[in-house]
């Protein structure tokens, strides 16, 4: 009987922990989704803050659940989703993306990939205003970064040196955030 309620208790637990983690912040995240045609599952997510102001939800699918960044490095496909939990400009996005490549890649690195940025950066920009709520996926497949905005293709950026660059920004070795790398890796 004791054994029987623990492992009641511990499936209740378990049961807990995996609604805990498709939901983040007050946004409800899927815990699959499909890009390339493959099935990938929710690794891990967080709230992006900047001073006292929530951002957005960074989420990260994977083909399969990993903490080790060399691995989420490795050949795709993956998925980096923002959930938006503010009002954001194009601009103010594409800033903190250009940031984000600076401070989290060596500065060879950041140069290798400026054709790439700088295409990126003009797709980011041509969403002008993004409204809290908005959705923007960041999926890379057959070699590209496809950008995706509320569910509809804005481009595509080839190169796997540049997606290599943008996933750092948050789970490289200094990433934007901290505590939001922990919880993408599912910590």
Not at 4 to 30: H, Q, S, Y
Not at 98 to 122: M, R
Not at 134 to 150: Q, R
């Amino acid at each position: 009987m004791k054994m029987r309620k623990v492992t009641v208790g511990g499936f209740a637990l378990m049961v807990a922990f995996a609604a805990i983690a498709a939901d983040v912040g007050g946004v409800k995240l899927d815990d699959k989704t499909s890009v390339g045609g493959q099935e990938l599952v929710l690794n891990g997510a967080g709230i992006r803050t900047r001073a006292v102001f929530k951002v957005y939800v960074g989420s990260l699918y994977l083909p399969a659940k990993t903490a080790i960044v060399e691995s989420v490095l490795a050949k795709g496909p993956r998925r980096i989703q923002l959930n938006l939990l503010r009002d954001l400009s194009g601009d103010q996005l594409s800033d903190a993306v250009n940031d984000g490549l600076k401070e989290s890649n060596s500065p060879a690195d950041v140069e290798a990939v400026k054709g790439e940025t700088d295409q990126f950066i003009a797709i980011l920009k041509s969403m002008g205003a993004l409204k809290e709520g908005s959705v923007i996926t960041l999926d890379f497949v057959d070699g590209a970064t496809k950008i995706g905005f509320n569910a509809a293709p804005k481009g595509s950026v080839p190169g796997e040196a540049f997606n290599r660059a943008l996933t750092k920004i948050w789970v490289g070795d200094k990433p934007v955030q901290p505590d939001l790398k922990k919880a993408m890796l599912g910590g």
